[in-house]
């Protein structure tokens, strides 16, 4: 029996409507408040008027992200046993406790946490987590937002995105879309200077790889740039400015992209400001099937469902 | 099994009486005397010219252990009330790390329950190092950090409950160790008393203490263990009265619940465990073999509830 886990559903989307919480005039005034102090100390300017502005500019609620995309991947008779949120860029109500309340809404009441300050490494790390813990389903959303409200100079998101992954042991769980993708390996390393991840990070991929000459290998945009090893069409790279969802992003992409013939892939990311380097290796569940098996109506299906439109206005830029 | 090697804390000197925080939080004397009187809480510790860098490296200081064993330690899980402490990407965990030359450690925040996320960084530690190999210097270690600002109205007090201390503790987590092993933990949470889920806060204060309750009594049954079996309850530090009804709901003897904490210190958010595990240990407390609890809630916008059982 297989008792790792699998990726076995997914959904994303690209957020350009107002944060419905954010219109609230009691929520805007206790964020204002949140927010100024936390600024202060560090000689940072929240920017005049901001608060005035309509919902739709202010920025982002995390907890409407994500609990727009869990009944789109976890059906209600589909009990998730850990959920874990995994962020950044903080979102326009940083106090909030948005995991607790995401247990709420999501099928099975689970165990919910957030995890941060470990930049693009979050998302690895809470699938990490999600093996540990030995149950059978486990929702991992990652989420960013394309705003700061202060006038922090960093680089920001591109776009507000969120994706969300079910992941479930690879028999008995009900989700009659078959066994998905099984995670086969998740690595990361701490403490990586960047005049040494291309040649870390290539050789994980070659290890990861070797004898499977049909892998794909999927980079994030901050890994891409330094990426050594071969291009092509084997590589797929995660797009530009989404430093929390861009790996994941392009991951989904590749697992559709394969459908017809499912393929061994290995996703890596690098976080350039704390130096993590995740990788994590799925391995498509029915692979060994010889060709032929799978009926045509069964091909047109991927392993790993992608579900629910991206609603991104402009898809073609990644 | 996950076991705690090592624990410090660290409480600014500084000490601010109940009344002081009446004028800068516009509290009444009503409330003030409700905090002294009702629920026991008369000071808390505030220290202005610390930094959350500086309380976070002061606990970890206290570790006397730790430098000799910075190889072993492979995870650096901060355990926070509150989500957003920093203007990003302002990152005082990584400072810390660096400082501590625990750069070679894979290091995180785990929030989002509030005050009760420190147990949850235990469990999630404890997790990580039974998946972990050895190290080339012996068998992994995480080293799980709490500490905190009252940086922001919400982090100083909690209107009609509870008051906040700044405040720190690191632990040295082992999966084998043999000190005060973990034997069970449980958890709830109650997302409908976030902003989004409708709840009110009239009926949050009528099951507060049965949600409580219920979640130290999993515990209980998943240690294998009874509530008169247990030495001690390490409770968190919300106030007096919480404690003494809860004590009464669940027939435990409320001298066995050490509160010894909560009229000097107040609420220090997720290191109360710690806070007062380093009072039972100081007072003698614990003996070899006995059985104790650890209680903590999360009451910011949701509601986490969580209860673990350790053997000292």
């Known amino acids: ?318 | 099994m996950t076991a705690i090697d090592a624990v410090s804390v660290f409480l600014p000197q500084r000490r601010v009486p109940v009344e002081s925080l009446a004028a800068p939080l516009g509290l009444s004397d009503m409330q003030v005397r409700l905090f002294r009187r009702f629920h026991g809480l008369t000071e808390v510790r505030r220290d202005p010219a610390l930094s959350l860098t500086d309380l976070l490296l002061r606990a970890a200081a206290g570790l006397t252990a730790l430098p000799a064993l910075r190889r072993r330690v492979r995870f650096v899980v901060y355990g926070r009330a509150f989500p957003v402490v920093t203007p990003y990407p302002v990152n005082p965990l990584h400072e810390v790390c660096r400082t501590l030359g625990l750069g070679h450690a894979l290091a995180f925040t785990l929030t989002q329950q509030s005050c009760a996320s420190a147990l949850a960084a235990i469990d999630v530690a404890g997790r990580l190092l039974a998946a972990e190999p050895d190290t080339p210097d012996g068998p992994p270690l995480a080293l799980v950090l709490t500490g905190e600002k009252a940086f922001t109205r919400d982090a100083q007090f909690i209107p009609e409950t509870s008051v906040f201390s700044e405040g720190s503790s690191a632990c040295l987590l082992s999966a084998g160790g043999g000190r005060d092993r973990l034997l069970a933990y449980a958890c709830h949470q109650r997302g409908e008393f976030d902003v989004a889920g409708g709840e009110s806060p009239a009926r949050f204060q009528r099951v507060y203490r049965p949600a409580l309750a219920e979640v130290i009594g999993r515990a209980l049954d998943r240690a294998g263990t009874t509530l008169s079996e247990l030495r001690l309850v390490l409770p968190h530090n919300v106030n007096l009265m919480t404690w003494k009804r809860l004590c009464r709901l669940i027939g435990l003897p409320l001298e066995r619940v050490l509160l010894d904490n909560v009229t000097g210190t107040g609420h220090v958010f997720c290191a109360d465990a710690f806070v007062n595990y380093r009072t039972a240990r100081e007072r003698g407390l614990l003996r070899p073999g006995d059985r104790y609890l650890v209680a903590a809630v999360g009451a910011g916008d949701g509601a986490t509830f969580a209860a673990m059982v350790f053997e000292h």
């Open chain 1, 1 to 318: 029996m297989d008792d790792g886990l699998h990726l076995l559903r997914a959904a994303r989307r690209t957020v350009t409507g107002p944060a419905a919480l954010l219109g609230d005039p009691v929520l805007r005034e206790r964020t204002a408040g949140y927010l100024a102090d936390l600024t202060r100390p560090y000689g940072l300017r929240i920017p005049d008027g901001l608060f005035d502005a309509p919902p739709g500019t202010l920025g982002q609620s995390y907890g409407e992200m994500a609990a727009e995309l869990i009944p789109v991947v976890v059906p209600p008779d589909e009990p998730v046993d850990l959920l874990v949120l995994t962020f950044a860029v903080h979102d326009m109500l940083p106090g909030r406790a948005t995991a607790a309340y995401l247990s709420h809404v999501c099928p099975g009441g689970p165990m919910s946490f957030a995890l941060c300050d470990q930049g693009s490494a979050a998302a690895f790390t809470g699938l990490r987590i999600a093996r540990g813990y030995g149950c059978r389903r486990a929702l991992l959303v990652t989420v960013e937002q394309a705003v700061l409200p202060y006038d922090a100079v960093v680089p920001v998101p591109a776009r507000h995105r969120a994706v969300a992954m079910l992941y479930g042991t690879g028999t008995g769980t009900g989700t009659g879309t078959g066994d998905g993708a099984r995670v086969t390996a998740l690595r990361q390393h701490a403490g990586v200077r960047a005049d040494d991840v291309a040649a870390l990070a290539a050789a994980e991929v070659r290890e990861l790889t070797t004898g499977r000459g049909d892998a794909a290998v999927v980079l994030g945009a901050d890994l891409a740039a330094a990426w050594p090893g071969p291009g092509g069409d084997a590589v797929t790279t995660g797009p530009q400015r989404q430093p929390s969802t861009g790996v994941w992003w392009a991951l989904l992409d590749r697992l559709a992209a394969d459908a017809a013939r499912p393929r061994p892939v290995v996703a890596a990311d690098y976080e350039p400001g704390l130096g993590y380097l995740s990788v994590v290796a799925l391995e498509p569940v029915s692979r060994s099937e010889p060709v032929g098996e799978r009926g045509a109506h069964e091909r047109a299906q991927p392993l790993v469902r992608l579900r629910g439109a991206d609603g991104d206005p402009d898809p073609g830029a990644g």
